[in-house]
Structures are given as structure tokens and as C-alpha cells.
């Protein structure tokens, strides 16, 4: 009988546990929410002046400057692209988070793609001695039927991670198809700084930066991560990532996706 009731007892515990446990993920997901409610509109807000400063910058760089003056509009116009991506991730991140994201699809050229996201980064990678290298395996075909700027927006990210993390050794982007399933699989490995074990998980939360605070090293907004993933999500497919801290990290994208033949130049139809 003691038994009995210890048990139950337990169970009557654990079940409050789980209730608390429910109501204080409830609550967490309702704040967040208010959150990204209140950026979106915020950020919307912010954009018009914002493009409006950007078009001026414009203009003035295009006028007669002398070398410190054209240095001064470079950075305004430097921190007005900063200003604008991120107010661009917010609004993306409150429409995935409303449901309202919408996908394109569209016939896209993956090794023109892969070969102009190469050519953005080597030299930014070169700069700080790391090489990059592209390798796509044959399997991969040559178009494809996706959502290209989405596609090209995580790759961005992920790159631009990559570069931005690493300063010693490669980073190496390895591009594979599988077939069964008719999926795309990206992985971006570099030797870079690593992320702790313990804050892997973390990492694609809303503003999660392993190096947080206002003393940090790395610029960013701790958002580029949680949007490519849910990206991925609605597009049916993940993005994971492993990691060993001070050895590098590695993430892998993988999208379903309809491969598309790329016709041959002979074979088209010529127009009458
Ligand atoms: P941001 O780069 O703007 O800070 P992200 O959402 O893209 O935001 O990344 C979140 C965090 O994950 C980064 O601040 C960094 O701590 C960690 N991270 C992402 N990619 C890498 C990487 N390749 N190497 C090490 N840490 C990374």
C-alpha cells in the first residue's frame, strides 16, 4: 500500500511538473510572440526613413566629394545596408512565424548559383588566409525547380557564418544529391572557432549568439540561423549543424527538390 501511494504521489508531482512546465513554455511562446509582433511593426516603421537616408547617400556620393567626405558617406552607407538587413530579417522571421511567408518556384541554374556564391566569398575567406572550396559531386543536376532567393538567402547566411568564424585553415562547401528521395544536400564545414556542446541546440533560437553581451568579438543579430532553418522547414526540409568547440563546425541543409534537365543548346527549339 505504501507503495502505492508513493507512487501516486510521484505520478500527482509529476503530472503538476508537466503543467507548470506547459503553462511556463505557453507563456514563453505568447511573450515571444508580443516580441516579434512588436519588431515587425517597429521594423516596418524604420524602413521608410531608413531607404529614404540610404537614397540620399545615393545621391550625395554621386556629387563632387573630397577624399574624407567620401569616406564619411561610404560608412553611412555601410551602416545603412547593415540597418536595412536587419530590419529585413525581422520582417522575415515574424512572417515565417505568423505563417505568412510565401515560396516562390522557380527553374534555377545550381552550379551558376553555387559558382556566384564562390566567387562572393573566396576573396572575403582569402582575406583572412582561409581557403574555400566548392565540391559538387556529378549526381548533382544542373537545374533545379526551388525557391532560388530563399535558397541563395541561407547559403548566404551560412557562408557568411562560416567566413565570419573562421580564421585559420578552409571552409568547404560540399554540394550532394540524393536520389531516392530527390533531395539537395548542402554541407558548409569549416575549422573555425566551434561552437560549446551545450549551446549547439541553441544556436537557431531567435538572437542566440554563443558570444552575446556588448563586449562581443563578432557582429551579427543572432537571427540569420533561426530563419534559415524554418526556411528550410517550410520548404520540407532541415538544417542541423555539429560542431566540436576550436576545431570548426558543420552545417547541413538539406531540401527536397524537383530536378529539372537543363536542355542542350542543340536540341531546343529554334523559332520559326
Ligand atoms: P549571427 O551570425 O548574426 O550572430 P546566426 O543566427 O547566423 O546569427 O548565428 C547564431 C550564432 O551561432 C552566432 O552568433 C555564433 O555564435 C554561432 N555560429 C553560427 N555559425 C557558426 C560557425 N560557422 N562557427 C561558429 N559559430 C557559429
Known amino acids: 500500500v505504501v507503495a502505492v501511494r508513493q507512487s501516486s504521489m510521484t505520478t500527482k508531482a509529476l503530472q503538476d511538473a508537466n503543467t507548470e512546465a506547459r503553462s511556463e513554455r505557453q507563456k514563453a511562446e505568447v511573450a515571444s510572440a508580443a516580441k516579434s509582433d512588436f519588431l515587425a511593426v517597429i521594423s516596418h516603421e524604420i524602413r521608410t526613413p531608413m531607404n529614404a537616408v540610404i537614397s540620399a547617400a545615393n545621391l550625395l556620393r554621386r556629387t563632387r566629394l573630397d577624399r574624407e567626405q567620401r569616406e564619411h558617406v561610404s560608412m553611412l552607407l555601410d551602416a545603412g545596408d547593415v540597418l536595412v538587413g536587419l530590419l529585413n530579417d525581422v520582417l ?51 537545374c533545379v525547380r526551388t525557391d532560388p532567393l530563399r535558397l541563395q538567402q541561407m547559403l548566404f547566411n551560412l557562408l557568411s557564418n562560416a567566413v565570419k568564424f573562421t580564421d585559420d585553415g578552409s571552409i568547404t562547401v560540399s554540394v550532394d544529391w540524393r536520389d531516392a528521395d530527390s ?37 551579427g543579430t543572432g537571427l540569420g540561423l533561426a530563419i534559415s532553418r524554418k526556411l528550410a ?16 563546425s558543420t552545417f547541413v541543409l538539406s531540401l527536397p527538390m524537383e530536378a529539372v534537365s537543363k536542355p542542350a543548346a542543340e536540341t531546343r527549339r529554334k523559332p520559326v
Open 92 to 142: 522575415d522571421l515574424s512572417k515565417i512565424e505568423a505563417g505568412k511567408m510565401q515560396l516562390e518556384s522557380s527553374v534555377m541554374d545550381l552550379r551558376e548559383k553555387l559558382g556566384s556564391l564562390g566567387r562572393l566569398w573566396e576573396p572575403k575567406a582569402a582575406a583572412n588566409g582561409v581557403r574555400l572550396k566548392i565540391e559538387i559531386d556529378p549526381g548533382v543536376p544542373d
Open 183 to 219: 533531395r539537395l544536400v548542402i554541407a558548409v564545414a569549416d575549422t573555425g572557432v566551434g561552437i560549446p556542446a551545450d549551446r549547439l541546440a541553441r544556436i537557431f533560437d531567435s538572437f542566440e549568439q554563443v558570444d552575446a553581451g556588448t563586449t562581443r568579438k563578432y557582429g
Open 233 to 248: 522547414e517550410i520548404m520540407g526540409g532541415r538544417l542541423t549543424a555539429e560542431s566540436v568547440e576550436g576545431e570548426g
